[in-house]
């Protein structure tokens, strides 16, 4: 039974297309894995500052661990990147899966994600392309291509993926800004994007449970055009690339995780947290100022509250959240609230939405403030 389990189990992760993160659903936050806050009221920033100034003022005393919990003592250190790294890595494992997200929010209303999959049992390669349009954050076109390993080519060297000889992306760096560009062009039968990527923050790469992550393009600027429903449309905006890879049936043992970004006028934040259990999680977060470099948030000064849940597909699903995150030189305090979801189930097992979201706040780094307005994306999974 358990190698029925285990077949399933990377079944699933193969073929199931995703950047995000999953969330425990039945708790309203955690400290840590240390202190559970239970309630639905949001008068958490007292409490969060109150929490951060008692651990500043007594840092010899501790709180109790969860010591069975082995995303417990994960910690997050990002690293620079070069164009190699997110070229296709490949796998020594038996079965991988690996791909390149994309999304981009753009000024006429319009989002669009889209996804490059490679999957692999037993040195057998099948590739999936994905491309989902959304108007308003209202899902407008779903389109999942699938090729074979004859079909496709990927470069271990730079980022690069053709399909049946055609160019899909490229990345390379411009020798006169020193800026990393990507060229996007993927097509389905009833839409296509055609969009070029401008970064304007710093790339980033780190280990996560079960996986690597590499943020490529924590933001970039995006131009060019979508087309649905016969119609070509030119667009601008801002958008974000990033690469996993290592990622095989083990990933499936987490509980899931969440994941989402956000943006100010000059500074970008990459978020996450992975759930080990139901009630044990970790988080992420990664600060990018635009032109200069990233630094990370230590786990133990990022909280994150959740709250109006909604039930969908028979489970409760939060559609309020605020990140806060305290330290001696930086503070943040944002409210997401989500505008629509997209709901996927893949083989009955796992479940996946993806968020549009109204994101409203302040950051405040190295004693000067920013305001964050906008919508972004963000994606919730759970495995199980």
């Not at 020594?92 to 049992?121: C, K």
């Not at 080990?276 to 635009?290: A, E, F, P, Y």
């Not at 993806?354 to 409203?360: A, F, I, L, P, W």
């Amino acid at each position: 039974m358990k190698y029925i389990r285990l077949l399933v189990i990377t079944i699933i992760v193969i073929n199931f297309s995703f950047t995000s993160a999953g969330i425990n659903l039945f708790f309203i936050d955690d400290y840590s894995g240390d202190i559970l806050i239970e309630g639905t009221q949001k008068p958490i920033n007292n409490i969060y500052k109150n929490i951060y100034n008692f651990r500043s003022a007594c840092p010899n005393i501790r709180f109790p661990q969860n010591h069975n919990d082995p995303v417990d003592d994960f910690i997050f250190s990002p690293e620079n990147i070069t164009l190699e790294d997110d070229a296709l890595h490949r796998s020594n494992s038996l079965h991988f899966t690996e791909w390149w997200y994309f999304d981009a929010v753009f000024n006429n209303g319009y989002t669009a994600q889209m996804n490059i999959r490679i999957s692999s049992i037993l040195n057998q390669d099948v590739l999936n392309i994905r491309l989902d349009i959304y108007r308003e954050g209202v899902l407008l076109s779903h389109e999942v291509k699938r090729y074979l390993q004859w079909d496709f080519y990927a470069s271990t060297d730079i980022p690069f993926v053709e399909i049946q000889g055609k160019q899909v992306m490229k990345g390379f760096i411009d020798e006169t800004t020193g800026k990393w560009i990507y060229n996007f062009q993927l097509e389905c039968d009833k839409t296509s994007a055609n969009l070029q990527f401008i970064g304007t923050t710093q790339g980033w790469k780190g280990s996560i449970p079960n996986g690597q992550w590499a943020v490529v393009l924590p933001k970039a600027e995006v131009n060019g055009s979508i087309t649905i429903f016969n119609e070509e449309i030119n667009v601008t905006g801002r958008g974000y690339h990033d690469h996993n890879w290592e990622i095989t049936a083990f990933t499936g043992m987490n509980y899931g995780w969440f994941w989402g970004k956000i943006n100010a006028e000059t500074l970008t934040m990459t978020w996450a947290k992975i759930m080990n259990t139901r009630l044990w999680g970790q988080s992420l977060l990664v600060i990018n100022k635009d032109n200069e470099g990233y630094t990370t948030i230590e786990a133990d000064d990022i909280y994150l509250f959740t709250s109006d849940f909604h039930v969908d597909k028979g489970m409760l699903v939060p559609h309020s959240f605020t990140l806060e995150a305290y330290n001696k030189n930086f503070s943040l305090s944002v409210n997401m609230e989500v505008i629509e979801t997209h709901h996927e189930r893949m083989f009955g097992i796992v479940n996946y939405w993806r968020y549009h979201m109204v994101c409203n706040g302040t950051i405040n780094c190295d004693s000067y403030t920013e305001i964050i307005e906008e919508i972004q994306i963000a994606e919730f999974i759970r495995f199980r």
